[in-house]
């Protein structure tokens, strides 16, 4: 029987390459995965592909560092490798990947970088194809990713004038913790896929300039792993894919508790997860082949979860409870009904039901049913009301405070700004909202957070969606059109 302290030569662990006996090696640590082949929630193939050799390049972007030693059975840690002994994974290098390389060597220097959407726009082009699909996708004929962007363009300002606006102060609080800025870095899944330190990216930018990052459920760093690169006192919250084992799940949330994260932001627009085609054309490597990265991970999410758990989850923590993907007034009523601390307006990025409304635009009807059916007022300290999906501006951001946000989620654009530039992408990203907060607040008359008001804005045309507005060109050139099948090469 095999120990765990044994080390292992290359050329043993190499035997194992089948079905029968399938050993792979992990940052140099071996593992038996035969048994655990049709239990992985990616599938056996991509495993199989790896059989007998070091899987570490393609296990690292899709999963924390833990999850093997977590799912795997500790008889099944065989013990190390002395990696010298080990053949090198063939890596060879595609014209694609070539022509990539040199793409990555013709990026603009940062300091032409002026805004959001120019982190896109290079990271277009230089990201990998399939992680540019994976982040870039949406749900089916992409309309509501689209409309998340365009929904801001049927809201006009009212600035005021005169207001002696020599200092001006945009920071704000959010479920009681201080934030440089109103907005938050929201949730995404899978970080490694855009630069080899995934989440811990926004991290260290959200402690550099004082902004609260939310950490995914279904991040690519261990959560612990970012916990423990978080700044003394750095404020964090975390979302929550809800597990069909709710004991899981309760020690997912205890941990987090005890960790210091400071709001439990609870998915609930994701039962099923979207059929993102962009996704799905890359042929991720799963047992479907038509499944795509996102799927192939998120068997474990429980579509059972209902109204009558929420009373589970305050008798579990006593962190603010907060409802991710609400997108109608009567949804926002219950969860404020229930004693909930506040729900984000959103659509999941236009990436799970295609034509749900942008949050934005939710936002307008959340605040005017639950001030006549609750005499609430918003901003409100009780009940607090985000809104993520198709934030590229500081104006956007101001936009949604005027209408009654506490702040907003922006996901997408900082992963573009990280995987275009790395951790110094992230920090400019973060600079140039600040810059752009700054004049704004100017020009809008508003000196603090508290002075960005609803009569600042006209957001009388948010319910049509057919108005016309003048073209959005740089977005437009960053958006990737669907393509559709094609014949194979003959
Ligand atoms: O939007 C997503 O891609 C997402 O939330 C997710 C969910 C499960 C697995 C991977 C990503």
């Not at 640590?29 to 655990?36: M, R």
């Not at 994701?270 to 993102?276: D, I, S, W």
């Not at 993520?388 to 654009?413: C, E, F, N, S, Y």
């Not at 573009?416 to 008359?445: K, T, V, W």
Request: net charge negative.
């Amino acid at each position: 029987m095999a120990s765990s302290d044994r080390t292992y030569s290359g050329k043993e662990v190499a035997l194992h390459n089948s079905r029968e006996s399938c050993w792979i090696i992990v940052h140099g640590k071996v593992y038996d995965v035969t048994d655990f082949l049709d239990d992985h929630p990616g599938g056996s193939k991509i495993i199989l592909k790896y059989a007998g050799k070091d899987a570490t390049v393609e296990y690292d972007p899709i999963h924390p560092p833990d999850a093997i030693t977590t799912n795997l059975k500790p008889e099944k840690h065989l013990g190390s490798v002395d990696l010298a002994t080990v053949e090198k994974v063939k890596v060879t290098i595609t014209d694609e990947e070539r022509a990539r390389q040199e793409r990555i060597a013709a990026r603009p220097p940062l300091s032409e970088i002026l805004n959001l959407h120019d982190f896109e726009a290079i990271a277009k082009h230089t990201m990998p194809e399939k992680a540019w699909a994976y982040y870039s996708s949406a749900a089916d004929d992409e309309i509501t990713n689209r409309e998340n962007h365009a929904a801001f363009h049927r809201i006009w300002f009212r600035p005021r004038i005169l207001k002696n606006v020599t200092k001006v102060d945009w920071s704000t609080t959010i479920l009681g913790q201080k934030s440089s800025m109103p907005l938050y870095i929201t949730a995404t899944a899978l970080g490694k896929l855009g630069h080899p330190d995934g989440e811990l990216n926004l991290t260290r930018a959200a402690a550099k300039h004082g902004i609260i990052q939310m950490i995914p459920t279904l991040a690519s760093c261990s959560f612990d792993e970012i916990m423990d690169t978080a700044a003394p006192g750095q404020v964090q919250f975390f979302q929550l894919y809800v597990n069909k084992d709710r004991e899981i799940t309760k020690r997912i949330v205890q941990h987090a508790e005890q960790r210091g994260i400071k709001g439990l932001f609870i998915t609930v627009d994701a039962p099923q997860l979207g059929r993102r085609e962009k996704d799905m054309r890359q042929k991720f490597e799963a047992e479907d082949p038509s499944e795509g990265a996102a799927r192939a991970i998120s068997s474990f999410i429980d579509p059972g979860l209902d109204w009558s758990d929420m009373a589970w989850f305050k008798s579990i923590t006593k962190m603010p409870l907060i409802l991710k993907g609400v997108q109608c007034w009567e949804d926002a009523l219950e969860a404020y009904d229930l004693g909930l601390n506040g729900v984000v307006l959103s659509n999941h990025g236009g990436r799970q039901l295609d034509f749900a409304r942008s949050g934005i635009e939710v936002l307008v009807e959340v605040t005017s049913k639950l001030k006549e059916m609750r005499g609430l007022s918003f901003p409100n300290e009780k009940f607090q009301l985000f809104v993520d999906g198709g934030v590229r501006r500081a104006t956007d951001v101001m936009k949604a405070i005027a209408l009654g946000a506490t702040a907003v989620g922006v996901g997408r654009p900082f992963l573009y700004a990280y995987s275009a530039y790395g951790p110094e992408g992230i920090n400019q990203a973060l600079q140039i909202l600040h810059d752009e907060f700054e004049m704004n607040m100017r020009l809008l008359g508003a000196r603090n957070i508290k002075e960005v008001v609803a009569g600042m804005v006209d957001a009388s045309n948010i319910h049509l969606h057919m108005v016309s507005v003048p073209a959005d060109n740089l977005y437009e050139s960053n958006y990737e059109r669907l393509q559709g099948a094609r014949l194979r090469e003959i």
